[in-house]
């Protein structure tokens, strides 16, 4: 007999409090027989109605993400857990194996299903329309399963601009993925190749902001003064640069998206695909016109930058033979080397994607003359690094080693690499032996390194930046953001002349450190390319050196006075974190590692007709969902901003971290303000929303979901998912959402959590809230939808309100997503605090620090594999 599990999420109680925790042991529920599937038997009719006594609310134009997750740490095969709504439940970010919805919106019986192998990976599914929503889960055969299987639910909001794109929209997000499908060969799609036959820019230079860099680069590329097709194309050389830098100004130069899009066909065929991918991604994820467009995942467009050899050929092999294949995946390197222990970080994916989507948001080579400028990159910079460096540590310590060493340019480079990873055209990434010097290239020597480096120090302990002709202090607010903009260097740098480009080049002379002298045409090495260079352990250590000339600046600025700490009248009484498993303790959370798959579509050059599934299969971090619980006493209403860290509480050798050393190693969880609640009645539509302040005076409890941080980004869709998506909607068989805020930047929230240890780690977790009245940055730029809106978007009224007036409001923090590491795309950053805060500042008086508005409890995090 088929089984189900009831989830009784609403009971009898028909309001949906949206974000509460609703876990269900399914064992327990086995008993329950389950009418076939879609009967309104096993069901939980949820209906957002009123709330109250719950600080949260959904908003109409928030979706609902649903996460399924399953603590199990080995799946039996053949399960599948089912799952229908009442709604278009669309499959936003699962992978490629789950089903479709597949049905007109808004009947029943529309169903998801997936094996219960890959239900366990965290899931996360959009409701298209959230007015209600039935869910009907079952798991037929699940009783005969061995594991403790627990399988629960949480559901999240997130702010989308929710959009029903015209065909238009649907038409440009489709080919733009067929753009980027086989990248290394030419055009195949017949739509796209007569654009490529018609168009000739040269013909429309009217259109183009920059008519000079059109003609000069078709003059190049007509004299063969482009980089070859079959060169590995490289962001740190000056002159692939410069080539790159006129084709990006073409294409963010087009007056209008059919030039645009034109334009890159154009020159898709003509110029090296990686050197047109960064280009063509840089101006897409830039341009007004493009907003919501999605790119995929970058390890499915180029899996050569992201797979191993062994992974590459079996593709191939899969290919040949035409049999769908699923190859495993392994980290590199082996047991003997301590190293390895962490790759699973290093060598993530997602981690790759994150850094080198940073680089693409906030390019060293983005010039002052662009239209957007962007706000605190230099300080990004230092923080989303500094955030790298502070996480790789922590994993290090849960695997048994030493904080990571800087490196020294008169030093060894004590750990090789060897990538075991070829580039498109056949060339292998170097091995770096253990224990290699730097040596000089011929255009940087290792002195003038040493030299730019002492110049830097110099600056930073005189609290002055000599320019041409003047100075510029460091030691106040904007002092992170000009070092930034000189380390690293971006065009920003205030005398690059004068103080180098220490991290830029420092990338270079770690990648070409086997053949400094280019005697032997050895190709970049992986800390050439922003999507490769994190799985090399020296590029922790890079970033750790370059880290400690931030914290040698940040230790000289004074540390913040209990007045600047304090927020007088808010007091945290306490802080709970708990886990969504029903069998979770309070405070201790769970690490544990799942299945991901990528897909190799593009791995393999061949077209598109003879389509054979071939996917890698990696191992990945991942943990429970979890909570905060946040208890606060105001004696007035105010609004605050909560900021959360982690920091380990052990070091190497066992000996608790001082409070003061611990402050550089935070890793930052979440930032939100605490916001107003909106009270509203939905039958189909808005009916009202009333505003509340946020912190009331007397006792508080906030709440506050992991999956809603604003350091993370969702599990992007694959390839081929976001491919059937937008055809599907096209067809008109599903519906296909647009955000708005879409960011491809943004540590993957698999990787929230450090790993934990199997007896558990210890951890403590930093809470502090802020006046959000003294915080919030009072400007911002004028939301460049606005003109979008008045077609007819359907947007509530605070948000229109808001549109017309744009000054920054509480829930403005959260309409970005992954803020905390990846700023903002234009505008000014909402929160005016310096990144990292309060810890980024020396700490001398504990007294001083431990203001009632600041909270530290103890936190346990297990492994369970
Ligand atoms: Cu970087």
């Not at 493009?290 to 790119?295: A, K, P, S, W």
């Not at 790759?343 to 680089?359: K, L, M, Q, T, V």
């Not at 020396?842 to 508005?853: E, K, L, V, Y």
Request: hydrophobic share 35%; net charge neutral; glycine share 6%.
């Amino acid at each position: 007999m088929e089984t189900c599990a009831k989830f009784w999420m609403c009971h009898e109680n028909p309001h949906w409090s949206v974000r509460k925790v609703y876990p269900y042991v399914l064992k327990k529920a086995l008993s329950v027989p389950c009418a076939p599937l879609g009967r309104a038997q096993s069901y939980i009719r949820c209906t957002p109605v009123q709330q109250d006594g719950d600080s949260q609310f959904i908003l109409s134009d928030h979706a609902i993400i649903i996460s399924l997750y399953s603590m199990v740490s080995e799946p039996a095969s053949g399960q599948r857990l089912r799952v229908t709504s009442s709604s278009c439940l669309r499959p936003v970010y699962l992978p490629v194996d789950i089903g479709h919805c597949a049905g007109v919106k808004s009947t029943s019986n529309q169903w998801l299903e997936g094996d219960l192998k890959t239900v366990y990976i965290t899931r996360q599914v959009l409701t298209a329309d959230y007015s209600e929503a039935i869910l009907t889960f079952s798991g037929p055969d699940i009783v005969a399963n061995r594991y403790n299987h627990e399988i629960g639910w949480t559901v999240a909001t997130r702010t989308v601009l929710r959009r029903r794109p015209d065909e238009k929209f649907l038409k440009k997000q489709l080919l733009v993925l067929k753009l980027l499908r086989h990248i290394s060969e030419p055009i195949q799609d017949a739509e796209l190749h007569s654009i490529k036959s018609s168009y000739d820019p040269i013909s429309y230079l009217a259109n183009y902001d920059c008519p000079d860099c059109v003609r000069s680069l078709v003059r190049d590329l007509d004299n063969g003064m482009f980089l070859n097709r079959e060169e590995i194309f490289s962001l740190f050389h000056p002159e692939h640069r410069r080539q790159m830098v006129t084709l990006f100004e073409a294409l963010y130069g087009a007056k209008d998206y059919d030039t645009f899009f034109s334009t890159a066909v154009y020159f898709r065929d003509r110029v090296n695909p990686r050197q047109f991918l960064y280009a063509f991604s840089v101006a897409l994820l830039h341009r007004k016109d493009c907003r919501g467009l999605v790119l995929p995942p970058a390890y499915e467009i180029t899996p050569h930058m992201f797979l191993t050899t062994d992974v590459v050929r079996r593709a191939y092999q899969a290919k040949m033979t035409r049999s769908p294949t699923v190859i495993p995946m392994k980290f590199t390197g082996s047991v003997n080397n301590p190293e390895q222990r962490v790759a699973y970080f290093g060598e993530d994916i997602g981690i790759n994607s994150h850094h080198s989507h940073w680089h693409m948001d906030f390019p060293f080579w983005w010039k002052k003359s662009y239209p957007v400028d962007k706000d605190r990159k230099g300080e990004l910079f230092f923080y989303m690094h500094h955030q790298m460096v502070a996480r790789f540590d922590a994993e290090r310590l849960s695997n048994n080693l030493p904080m990571v060493e800087p490196l020294d340019f008169n030093q060894k480079i004590v750990e090789g690499f060897a990538p075991g990873a070829m580039y498109h055209n056949g060339q292998e990434f170097p091995v770096r032996p253990d224990n290699m010097m730097f040596g000089d290239l011929p255009w940087r020597s290792v002195h003038e390194m040493k030299l730019f480096e002492g110049r830097i120090r110099d600056a930073i302990t005189s609290g002055f930046i000599k320019t041409v002709g003047g100075v510029t202090y460091l030691n106040n607010s904007g002092g992170i953001n000009t070092l930034g903009e000189i380390i690293e260097s971006s065009e920003n740098s205030i005398n690059r002349a004068y103080y180098g480009q220490l991290h830029n080049d420092a990338h270079v002379l770690l990648s070409k450190v086997t053949d400094n002298q280019q005697k032997y045409g050895v190709p970049p090495g992986v800390m050439e390319h922003f999507e490769t260079a994190t799985r090399d352990p020296a590029f922790f250590r890079l970033h750790k050196h370059i880290d400690n000339l931030f914290k040698l600046h940040k230790d000289l600025l004074p540390p913040y006075s209990k007045d600047e700490l304090d927020f007088p009248g808010v007091k945290i009484e306490a802080v709970k974190v708990v886990g969504m498993s029903k069998a979770s303790t309070p405070n201790t959370l769970v690490t544990y590692f799942d299945e991901s798959h990528i897909d190799l579509g593009n791995c393999v050059e061949g077209t598109d007709k003879v389509d054979v599934d071939i996917k890698a299969v990696v191992s990945r971090l991942n943990h429970e969902p979890f909570k905060y619980v946040i208890t606060v006493h105001s004696n007035k209403k105010v609004t605050g901003v909560v900021r959360m860290f982690l920091a380990p509480k052990y070091d190497w050798f066992g000996q608790e971290i001082p409070f003061r050393d611990a402050r550089w190693s935070v890793i930052e969880l979440d930032r939100f303000p605490v916001k107003r609640k909106i009270v509203f009645k939905i039958s189909t539509h808005l009916k009202g929303n009333i505003l509340t302040p946020p912190l009331n005076a007397g006792d508080n409890v906030i709440t506050r979901n992991s999956e809603d941080s604003i350091v993370t980004i969702p599990e992007p869709r694959s390839f081929p998912e976001l491919l059937h998506e937008v055809q599907q909607a096209l067809k008109g068989d599903e519906e296909y959402i647009v955000d708005k805020h879409y960011r491809h930047c943004g540590i993957p929230h698999r990787l929230l959590l450090p790993k934990g240890k199997t007896e558990g780690m210890a951890y403590k977790l930093l809470i502090v809230i802020t006046d959000y009245s003294k915080d919030a940055v009072s400007e911002v730029t004028k939301p460049t939808w606005l003109p979008e809106m008045a077609r007819g978007w359907f947007l509530p009224k605070d948000r229109l309100d808001r549109a017309i007036h744009p000054k920054i409001q509480p829930e403005d923090v959260e309409d970005y997503s992954s803020l905390g590491y990846c700023g903002v795309m234009e505008g000014k950053i909402p929160d005016s605090k310096p990144m990292g805060y309060p810890f980024d500042r020396p700490i001398q008086s504990m007294d001083n620090f431990f203001t009632p508005n600041f909270k530290v409890i103890d936190l346990t995090i297990k492994n369970v594999n």
